[in-house]
């Protein structure tokens, strides 16, 4: 059986004024049907860069190569820009952070939702609005035929999340790919944004790809997951293994960094990453992560810092072996 | 016992805000009889989703609103007797946004320098020693004072937000969000740097956040506000151990810590946080509550204090 989306290889290029920046360098992954595939990192690490590649999103004065992107069996890699119009809103849709920046002001909830279907179907107006109101009460809106003729300010935050999430089930997309969804909420919301994600995305069997910075969202929510870092996937996995074993030093460091309820110690400090992540411009060689490491070796700052895998869904990127690693695993 | 280096007594904000044309003004109270008292050396963390009240609490204690009713002492001193200068010689705040915060024109020394400056505390020649030192004790290179904003990282903007807070040695440094705007891997040296604040110079912070992670790590005692009311409060480990108000507990069960074994909270809270221009009646609490019966609709719930804790509902007990 064929993966819902295969990247292979993916590369984005950003032309800046001091230098090309590496934006994506070398990602590959794989997302199932039915599967939450989350890619996690600091601003900047490529995460979102990543999505909108996919999406074939990306802005003017980036460039995009890839070995492969397979979208449902299908070659996307060179598709026309026609194909990914047909493709994008209505077999793979994206959820932004901030939902009044996706929500167009000057149109009706009603408008923007219908637009979706009669862009993409044949359906009469009707049909389109049958399907809105549907999708709103899915998505837990009370009221929702006269909720159509409202507009986006008129709605709180976690209510235009959720037209968001209405809009992007318009079409029955096979893959759903969701950029910090729930953080611009308040935490009480957050969860039930989360929930609502996770409860549709199953009940549809639809793919996602959650893209976020916080390793709680991520170990709720999550079946697999790539840790990112300056551009690179530095490792990858089962949410149960990544969490249970980390192997890159990034991510225990990551782990290690947050306070957590219940298992760090009030008033105690806290392990952190010394440094600052770096922009990966120019001539990037050996490990990215290896000014900032505690394990760095001068080896690491040569060539050949490959990705390691150990099954085809586990893999990190450090010449370090994990029986080397001098902590077995994060507590 | 500790009289308290701050005391917030019945403090209330109303704003008024316009209801559209010829409609006339309404008001909001965004900020309702709070009352509190944050011992010397202590951490406040004053926690609540956003629009409950917090951010008005904090311009109120650092002078930049005026109180509507109520006061706040610093020091056993009313607000409403000092001057700005008097404030801020006092408190000083450090903010969410260290993008934000800092002015891109100016260096960082004469960022850093700035309260000194403003309140003509010392010379020329003391500035730049201070200014020195300051950044020395934050984590700064001192080389840097002659570098502008954007020249610095994330991190480093807010170390040069921790010390120009910190620079004129005030007794509270009211922190807003301090790591929200932060990288994870950033906000654990700030969390350690505002540890090590504390303990090098006794100051006493209020810590302003909606990450009850970050609360639960810094503060000894908790607030947690709806709708422009502190609903519980008392000291932080039972407060988070034991919460005693519905609110409370919602808020601490959809805390998500990264725990793979553990799967989506299930969250009660299916009503929308309300419009605080229409309060609702009764408990302010009462429509997104689980517990709420008849008297909560018509009847607000006084603050009921127990062993240095306050619970403000009809019917308090564990969830």
């Known amino acids: 059986m064929t993966a819902l989306l295969e990247v292979e290889g993916l590369r984005v290029d950003l032309s800046l004024p001091a230098g090309v920046l590496h934006a994506v360098q070398d990602v590959s992954f794989h997302v199932e049907k039915g599967e939450t595939f989350s890619l996690v990192g600091e601003s900047g690490c490529g995460k979102t860069m990543t999505a909108l590649a996919v999406m074939g999103l990306l802005p003017r004065s980036a460039t995009r190569s890839?070995?492969?992107?397979?979208?449902?069996?299908?070659?996307?890699?060179?598709?026309?820009?026609?194909?990914?119009?047909?493709?994008?809103?209505?077999?793979?849709?994206?959820?932004?952070?901030?939902?009044?920046?996706?929500?167009?002001?000057?149109?009706?909830?009603?408008?923007?939702?219908?637009?979706?279907?009669?862009?993409?179907?044949?359906?009469?107006?009707?049909?389109?609005?049958?399907?809105?109101?549907?999708l709103l009460e899915k998505v837990g809106i009370t009221a929702a035929a006269s909720r159509l003729k409202q507009y986006p300010h008129q709605l709180s935050g976690g209510l235009r999340q959720r037209v968001m999430i209405a809009m992007s089930l318009m079409c029955g997309p096979s893959l759903i790919i969701a950029d910090e969804p729930t953080t611009a909420l308040d935490v009480t919301i957050q969860a039930q944004i989360l929930s609502l994600l996770v409860s549709v995305q199953k009940e549809y069997e639809t793919g996602m790809i959650l893209i976020t910075h916080d390793l709680g969202v991520v170990a709720r929510t999550a079946d697999r997951l790539a840790v990112m870092y300056c551009g690179q996937v530095v490792e990858t996995g089962t949410v149960a293994e990544v969490f249970t074993r980390p192997l890159h030093p990034y991510t225990r460091g990551l782990m290690r960094c947050i306070p957590i309820p219940g298992k760090t110690r009030p008033g105690q400090k806290l392990d952190t990453i010394p440094g600052i992540v770096p922009t990966p411009i120019g001539d990037l060689r050996g490990c990215l992560f290896r000014n900032r490491c505690p394990h760095a070796r001068p080896a690491c700052a040569g060539e050949g810092i490959e990705e390691v895998r150990l099954t085809p869904g586990r893999s990190y990127r450090c010449i370090l072996q994990p029986e080397e690693n001098p902590e077995k695993a994060a507590a | 016992m500790n009289a308290g280096i701050l005391r917030v007594e019945n403090a209330a904000k109303v704003y008024r805000v316009s209801a559209g044309m010829f409609r006339g003004g309404l008001d909001l109270h965004a900020v309702s009889d709070v009352s509190f008292r944050v011992g010397e050396g202590e951490v406040l963390g004053l926690v609540g989703e956003s629009g409950c009240g917090k951010t008005t609490m904090a311009k109120l204690i650092l002078g930049l609103e005026a109180l509507t009713r109520g006061n706040i002492f610093l020091e056993g001193r009313s607000v409403r007797k000092m001057g700005h200068r008097e404030i801020a010689r006092r408190v000083q705040p450090i903010f969410q946004d260290p993008y934000a915060s800092l002015n891109p024109r100016k260096s960082i020394g004469a960022i850093i320098s700035l309260p000194l400056r403003a309140l003509g505390m010392g010379n020329r020649g003391e500035w730049d020693e201070k200014v020195r030192e300051i950044m020395n004790l934050v984590g700064l290179p001192p080389r840097l004072r002659h570098n502008y904003p954007?020249?610095?990282?994330?991190?480093q903007r807010q170390r040069v937000a921790v010390a120009r807070a910190l620079i004129m040695r005030p007794r509270i440094v009211l922190c807003d969000e301090p790591t929200s705007a932060l990288d994870v891997s950033v906000q654990a040296q700030i969390l350690n740097l505002l540890i090590d604040m504390r303990e090098a110079m006794g100051v006493t912070y209020i810590l302003i956040?909606?990450?009850?992670?970050?609360?639960?790590?810094?503060?000894?005692?908790?607030?947690v506000m709806y709708l422009g009311r502190i609903v519980e409060s008392g000291p932080a480990a039972e407060i988070f151990r034991h919460p005693l108000h519905p609110y409370t507990q919602t808020l601490l069960a959809s805390v998500l810590t990264p725990d793979p074994r553990k799967g989506l909270p299930k969250v009660s809270l299916d009503a929308e946080y309300p419009n605080p221009i229409r309060m609702p009646p009764g408990c302010s609490f009462h429509p997104r509550c689980p517990r709420a019966q008849e008297i909560c609709r018509s009847q607000r719930p006084e603050a009921r204090e127990d062993g240095g804790r306050r619970v403000a509902c009809h019917f308090p007990g564990p969830a």
Do not use: K, W
């Not at chain 1, 060179?78 to 932004?96: L, N, Q, S």
């Open chain 1, 66 to 134: 890839a070995e492969r992107i397979l979208f449902e069996g299908e070659d996307i890699t060179h598709a026309h820009e026609r194909r990914m119009t047909a493709i994008r809103g209505a077999r793979m849709t994206m959820i932004f952070q901030e939902p009044m920046t996706s929500l167009d002001p000057c149109y009706t909830i009603g408008d923007q939702l219908e637009e979706v279907l009669l862009e993409h179907r044949r359906v009469s107006r009707r049909e389109a609005r049958e399907r809105a109101v549907f």
């Open chain 2, 150 to 155: 954007n020249q610095l990282s994330g991190g």
């Open chain 2, 209 to 223: 956040s909606h990450d009850l992670a970050v609360v639960e790590h810094l503060a000894t005692s908790v607030a």
